[in-house]
């Protein structure tokens, strides 16, 4: 990395430091994706993660033993909830990943060649905005099957057209930037100027809504699971642990508090990350 | 006493690479109906200034560490927020460089001024003539009387059919009045603009210069007038200061600062302004550039850059040397020929 | 290089007439100052005679051969040989490229025409630094680590890159100090002197124009208005705006100011 590089992110990380908010952001965050690698490794019961159940241990209140208490299988929801963060993680990272490489493709073609090509593109997302993302998923479900991938496809298939809108917006207005017209009258093609002029130009927009999509993505993955057609069991996964503990509330509360706070800590994090990011990479919107 | 006195100020300004020396002691005393040019290169120190005459910096990052600012007698570096709003905006008016605190576009022309007006005719009754406790009728009807009358003032024409306009339907040089309009509606003693007709043609530069030209004959108007535009200040300004990287090097009337500039940066900024004289290619330019303020250099800040240079230049600052009845010179070259 | 332009007309949409008949020639190493207030037509005549901007009527004659009516093959080889240095020194640079990039992409993109390889293009690169007053430390340096002197260095560097035989400025040097205009037009003075290029000067400075230009035309509201020898239009203007628009310069003189009391 040039000195340039490095000063710069130094300089980034300093604005960012000077919102407690986002290095609250940035510690949930790094701590998720720390227990995501490591914690399943680590877990204190993982052969109930595996699926083992133990009808001898039902229902124990939270404890020294088992910190989170048991559910109704027995199993350790300590351990269920920790490897639960990396399907949860893995999902909400593929979600957003798929949908905004397809929305970016989308939107970049229609900013840049406008005419009758942006009319048609954007028409096609405007349909598939209105499409509700659950009923979406859902149908996806019916016809795929339940699981893991078909989930995340079926999110990210509802997902990107908000990524094509912001990013048609942001081509749109760097097409009319000196420095594109500049390229332009040097006698550079359409891709050298999208690759190499207009794209990492408007990488930060994308980067901040992918992290702030995120939580939200996890949140998704998590609704799917709890309806019953997202991940099935024996895969912990913290929204169908918190479907399953609905049954059960409010008399053993802890089966559903501990999933349902993960949750909320991840979209938690990942908001007040996204929020940091805006005002690093794009000091502009800061007020 | 004059209407305006800076004196001895000190200004820092923290940022992630460190505090910069931002203003290092300026000292600047502006009187009624006298018009000062405030001119350097980009980054020395004229709009935080201005700024700062209007107490309008936020600290963080602003530091002041020392000096004052007296208008007309009041201590501004201990005036409270209140305080400091019953002068903007009445007795100080100001036109700024930053084109984002200009005119709003969602609001009408004549909203945006009555506004303005009415927060004057809150301090001072009598700017709309109405006695005290008016009611918001008639105060309203006034303050609109009045924004018509300050565009019709500032040369709009037809201002009774152009109040209600928004501001895109005004071009540029009609914007740059309205701005005008708007700083003078609490007849200011003192208007600080900042580089007001940098982004206008020459046409309407001229035609802005007429109307700060005439304001001042008529209302006895005093002026600080942020550029760096050196064909304006010679054109407009009574006086003027140079400015070197957070100094006053060199200030007086204009025309002896332009006659018989003192100072080796002020010549060398004079002499790199086309006139008839120059000959193409042999343009004099100034080797170097200005300094990092984080780490300014010792002494005077322009020995780095000067051809007069000695080693006592970098000892202390030097103090301003008379060289005429109103001009001054910051050079230890000109104070030993003195 | 010859560059001759016939009865030039630009309409946007049906109402704005951004060039109206607009005729103009060019001659071999000159320097040829083109005046006009805002919104009177310079940037849309530099964008026609790029080939960004189709013109709605008229010609543009490059050594003969009419550039409104080339195939893009052509039109591509063509724009190594009319550059451009654009007015904003801070708007016309990538800020995620090095200066290495910005001036070796024209290489890059005409490489079929240049035929320079990798190695051979970072030689000219800092080759073309040298020209410019910059030097090999700078190389890997991004846009915002430069003052805007030096990144309109950049800009003339790359603007030279592919050996161009004219160079249109647009307002090169509004956005710069006195102090730093002075070194940019010295330094495009210079660069005149030894490649023999030719010039089409644009600016609002009157001052500027008067010093670097050898002809001049006056355009208002898309029109040429005035032309001739530049010391002959600044000591006679023969139109109405000709005359209002030199009485509107500020000269540096405070004698000379026409708002003096007593
Ligand atoms: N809000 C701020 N935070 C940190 N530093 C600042 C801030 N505002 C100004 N500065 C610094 O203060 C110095 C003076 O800035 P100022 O805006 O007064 O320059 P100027 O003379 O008005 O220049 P220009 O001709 O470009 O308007 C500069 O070095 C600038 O970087
Ligand atoms: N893409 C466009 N669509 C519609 N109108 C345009 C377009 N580009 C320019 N115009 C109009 O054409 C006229 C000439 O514009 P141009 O940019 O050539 O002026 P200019 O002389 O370069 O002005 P400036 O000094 O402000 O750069 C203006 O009235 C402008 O509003
Ligand atoms: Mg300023
Ligand atoms: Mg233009």
């Known amino acids: 990395m040039s000195g340039a590089r490095w000063l710069n992110l130094r300089r980034g990380f300093y604005r960012f430091r000077r919102s407690w908010l986002s290095m609250v952001g940035l510690v949930i965050v790094a701590a998720l994706v720390l227990v995501a690698l490591v914690g399943p490794a680590l877990v204190p019961h993982p052969e109930h993660v595996a699926g083992g159940i133990n009808t001898t241990a039902r229902f124990l209140t939270p404890s020294a033993s088992a910190w989170f208490g048991t559910n109704e299988l027995g199993q350790d929801v300590f351990s269920l909830t920790i490897a639960g963060s990396r399907v949860s993680l893995l999902a909400g990272i593929s979600v957003v990943v798929l949908a905004a490489g397809f929305g970016t493709l989308v939107g970049a073609v229609a900013g840049y060649y406008g005419g009758w090509l942006d009319e048609a593109l954007m028409r096609f997302t405007d349909l598939m905005l209105t499409l509700p993302s659950l009923i979406l998923a859902m149908a996806v479900a019916a016809a795929m099957g339940p699981g893991l991938g078909n989930t995340v496809f079926a999110i990210a298939l509802s997902w990107w057209p908000g990524f094509a809108r912001l990013v048609r917006g942001e081509v749109m207005a760097k097409k009319a930037d000196t420095f594109v017209i500049a390229a332009r009258a040097l006698g550079a093609g359409t891709p050298r100027i999208l690759g190499r002029h207009i794209l990492p130009n408007i990488a930060s927009p994308i980067i901040i809504k992918m992290s702030l999509d995120m939580g939200f993505a996890i949140l998704t993955v998590a609704s799917l699971g709890f309806v019953g057609i997202g991940v099935k069991p024996p895969t912990p996964e913290w929204g169908s642990l918190l479907s399953t503990a609905r049954g059960y509330l409010p008399d053993y509360w802890w089966t559903a508090i501990f999933p349902g706070s993960a949750i909320f800590l991840a979209v938690f994090g990942f908001n007040l990350l996204g929020d940091g990011l805006r005002d690093v990479l794009d000091p502009r919107a800061r007020r | 006493m004059a209407l305006l006195e800076i004196d001895n100020l000190h200004l820092a300004m923290r940022s992630f690479d460190g505090e910069a020396q931002v203003l290092n002691g300026i000292s600047l005393s502006v009187d009624k109906g006298q018009v000062w040019g405030l001119v350097g290169e980009t980054g020395c120190g004229k709009s935080v200034t201005g700024l700062s005459v209007a107490r309008l910096l936020a600290s963080p990052p602003a530091r002041y560490f020392g000096g004052a600012i007296r208008f007309d007698g009041q201590d501004l570096m201990q005036a409270d927020e209140a305080a400091m709003r019953r002068l903007r905006g009445r007795r100080i008016g100001m036109i700024f460089q930053d084109p984002t605190t200009n005119l709003n576009p969602v609001f009408r022309i004549g909203e945006q001024m009555v506004d303005v007006a009415l927060h004057a005719g809150a301090t001072d009754p009598a700017i709309l003539g109405l006695p005290q406790g008016a009611p918001r009728r008639a105060r309203l009807a006034a303050a609109r009387q009045l924004a018509i009358r300050m565009l019709d003032r500032v040369g709009i024409p037809k201002a009774v059919d152009r109040v209600d306009d928004y501001p895109h339907q005004f071009s540029g040089g009609m914007r740059q009045r309205v701005l005008i309009a708007m700083a003078l509606i609490g007849k200011p003693d003192l208007l600080i603009a900042d580089e007001p007709t940098t982004a206008l043609d020459v046409s309407v530069q001229a035609q802005i210069l007429q109307l700060l030209y005439d304001l001042v004959g008529e209302e006895g108007l005093a002026v600080l007038l942020i550029t760096h535009n050196l064909g304006v200040v010679a054109q407009i300004c009574s006086h003027v200061a140079v400015m070197y990287a957070g100094n006053i090097v060199e200030s007086g009337d204009v025309r002896s600062v332009f006659k018989q500039p003192g100072h080796p940066y002020t010549r060398a900024l004079l002499a790199a302004v086309p006139t008839v004289q120059s000959v193409r290619g042999a343009l004099q330019d100034l080797p170097g550039a200005v300094p990092d303020l984080i780490h300014p250099p010792p002494g005077c800040r322009f020995a780095p850059r000067c051809a007069l240079a000695t080693p006592a230049c970098a000892q202390a600052l030097p103090a301003p040397v008379p060289v005429g009845p109103l001009h001054s010179v910051s050079c230890l070259a000109v104070g030993a020929a003195a | ?262």
């Open chain 3, 1 to 262: 290089m010859s560059l001759e332009i016939i009865g030039l007309s630009k309409h946007y949409g049906r109402d704005v007439v951004a060039l109206n008949d607009v005729s103009l020639q060019l001659r071999q190493g000159e320097c040829f100052g083109l005046i006009g207030e805002s919104g009177s037509g310079k940037t849309t005549l530099t964008r026609c005679i790029l080939g960004l901007e189709p013109p709605t009527s008229g010609r543009i004659l490059f050594d003969g051969v009419d550039i409104t009516r080339l195939g893009a093959a052509a039109m591509r080889r063509m724009r190594a040989r009319i550059q451009i240095v654009f007015q904003d020194p801070y708007a016309s640079l990538n800020p995620r490229m090095s200066a290495h990039d910005i001036i070796a992409e024209p290489m890059i993109i005409h490489r079929a025409t240049l035929g320079l390889e990798h190695r051979a293009r970072t030689d000219r690169v800092v080759e073309l630094l040298g020209l410019v007053g910059l030097g090999p430390q700078h190389l890997s340096r991004f846009p915002h680590e430069f003052s805007g002197g030096q990144r309109q260095r950049i800009g003339i560097a790359r603007a030279l890159a592919v050996n161009p035989e004219l160079l249109i400025l647009d307002e090169p040097t509004s956005a710069l100090d006195v102090s730093v205009q002075a070194q940019v037009l010295n330094l495009l003075h210079s660069i005149q002197q030894r490649l023999g290029l030719t010039y089409l000067f644009i600016t609002h400075d009157l001052g500027v124009v008067r010093m670097v230009a050898d002809r001049v035309a006056l355009i208002h509201h898309g029109r040429i208005v005035e032309q001739g020898d530049t010391a002959q239009v600044f000591a006679g203007p023969t139109t109405e705006y000709g005359r209002m628009l030199l009485a509107a310069m500020p000269e540096p003189d405070p004698d000379l100011s026409p708002y003096r009391r007593g």
